[in-house]
C-alpha cells in the first residue's frame, strides 16, 4: 500500500550538500567492455555449472570511479538470453536511456547484439552497483561501482583508511535461474531458497563440501583502518553481516554519507549498500584473518504465499502450468494494481514519442482503493483482495515535491520488503511499525538530518514515509527488490514530465538503443 502527495515547492530545509571546488583531478571517462556471456563453475561439491556471467567473473568486475566522471560500458551480448544492466543508485541525470530495466527505459539487447551504457556519477560519492535487470539474470550478472571523492581518499568526511575492501554478498542456486524463474512464472509456485549465501561469489567453509578456494579472504593488519564497502546483491533474502570481535562504523549508505554510529552488525537488505569503518583488532598477529559471519533472515524469505503484498488474482494466459481448476493464484500489488511491464514498446519509449496508448496508463492510485486493518487479522480475509494485472503508472510534474507512506500488510504473512525507486534518492523522515497513523507519524517526522537512500527496508508489518522532488524526467521503476516479487507485480513506475527547458528533458534515444524483437 502506498500513499502519494505531492506539492509544487520545497519547504523544509533538510541539509546542503556543499561541493568544495578546489585543484584536484579533473573529470575523465572511465570505459569498459562487459561481455555477458556462458560461464562454467563448479560449487559446492556440485558438477560444473554453465551459470551467465560478465568476462567470466563471479561478481563481476569492479567499476572504480570519481565523482563527476562519465562511465562508459560497452556490453556485448554473448549468451544466449536476453539482457540488460541496470547501474544501481546512480541518478542518470539526462542519460534517462541508460537506467537500464527491461522493458520500462529500453528493449533488451538480443543474443548477439550490443548496446553501449553512458551515464555521468556527478553529486554522488559512496558504493553503488549494478546488475542484470531481466529475469533472475541479476543471481550471477552483478558487481559493484565504487564512486571516490574527486579529491581522493583525503577528501572523505572520516578518517582516512589504510585500505578498502569491496564486499558483496550474495545468493547461489546449484541450478539455472533462468529456468528457475521460467518455472517459477509459469507454475505460479515461488522459486525455492538459495542453496547457499556468498561473499564476493563464495560460498565459504560453512557448507558441506566447501573447498578452501571457495573462501572469500581479506588480508588486513593489526590497528588498520579499513573501508568495507558493503553491497547485499542478493535476490530475495536480508542479510546480517558481522566481523567477529570487531566493531564497525558506519558512514555510508546507498552512495550518501551518514552521521557515523557504531554497531556490532550491519543489516542490509537486497539492493542496499553500507560503508562501514572497521579498525583491526589489537592483540591480533599482523595479517591476521577475521572471520567474517554471514547471516540471513530466512523469516523474510520468499514463500508459496508471498508476504505482505500479496493478493489474490488470475493466471496470464501464458502461465501454462497453473493449476486452472484451483482457486485462484496469488500475485503481488500496490494500491491493488499489480504491475506489468509492456511486451513491445518500452515505457520510456512511448513516453519520449507522447504515444502512451496501448502500452501504459495514468491512473495509478493515489491511494489503496479498499481500506483495511493492513497489519490485522481482518487483512488474512482476502475475498476483497482481488487485484488486476496492469501497467498503470503515476505522473508527476517537473519538480514536485512528493510525499510517499509506504504501508506493508499482513496478507498471508509479513514481511520487510525492500523498496527501491530508479532515478532519484529520497529522504526516510519516518518509520513504525502498524497501521500509518498520520496525526501521530508526523510528529515524529526528521526533518533536521533524515536518512537519504534509494532502497528502504519498510519495517515487517510497519510504514515509512519518504519524500523526494521529482526534478528527474523519465520513466523510473519503483519496485521490492525481491525478484520473486518483482515478477508478481510488485512495482509501479513514476512517469516524471518535462521541466521548462531542453536540459530539463528528456533527450532523443542514443542511436544504438536496442529494438524490441
Known sequence: MIYISMSLHWSLLLFIAIALVSSVAQAAVVEHTFNVGNFSISQ?????????????????????????DTVVVHLVNTSPYSMTLHWHGVLQRGTPWADGPAMVTQCPVQPGGNYTYRFNVDGQEGTLWWHAHVSFHRATVYGALVIRPRGGAKAYPFPKPDKEHVVILGEWWNAT??????????????????????????????????????????????????????????????????????????????????????????????????????????????????????????AAAPRQAVGGAARRGHPHPEQLLCNRSAPPVFSSSMNNASFVVPKNTSLLEAHFRREPAGVYTRDFPDTPPVVFDYTGDESDNATMQFTTKSTKVKTLRYNETVEMVLQNTRLIAKESHPMHIHGFNFFILAQGFGNYDKRRAERRFNLVDPQERNTIAVPTGGWAVIRFVADNPGMWYMHCHFD??????????????????????????????????
Do not use: W
Open 44 to 68: 559446492l561439491c556440485q558438477p560444473p555449472l554453465i551459470i551467465t556471467a560478465v568476462n567470466g567473473q563471479l561478481p563481476g568486475p569492479t567499476i572504480y570511479a570519481r565523482e563527476g
Open 177 to 298: 535461474v533462468y529456468d528457475m524463474e521460467r518455472m517459477a512464472f509459469l507454475t505460479g509456485i515461488p522459486a525455492p531458497h538459495a542453496d547457499a549465501y556468498t561473499i564476493n561469489g563464495k560460498p565459504g567453509d560453512l557448507y558441506n563440501c566447501s573447498a578452501p578456494n571457495q573462501t572469500a579472504k581479506f588480508e588486513v593488519r593489526q590497528n588498520g583502518t579499513y573501508l568495507l564497502r558493503i553491497i547485499n546483491a542478493g535476490m530475495n533474502t536480508p542479510l546480517f553481516f558481522k566481523v567477529a570481535k570487531h566493531r564497525l562504523t558506519v558512514v555510508g549508505a546507498d552512495a550518501c554519507y551518514t552521521k557515523p554510529y557504531k554497531t556490532d552488525v550491519v543489516v542490509v537488505s537486497p539492493g542496499q549498500t553500507v560503508d562501514a569503518l572497521m579498525v583491526a583488532s589489537a592483540g591480533q598477529r599482523h595479517g591476521h584473518r577475521a572471520p567474517v559471519l554471514l547471516r540471513h533472515d530466512r
Open 484 to 517: 520473486a516479487h518483482i515478477s508478481l507485480g510488485l512495482a509501479m513506475v513514476l512517469e516524471v514530465l518535462d521541466g521548462p527547458t531542453p536540459e530539463t528533458s528528456v533527450p532523443p534515444p542514443p542511436a544504438d538503443l536496442p529494438r524490441c524483437s
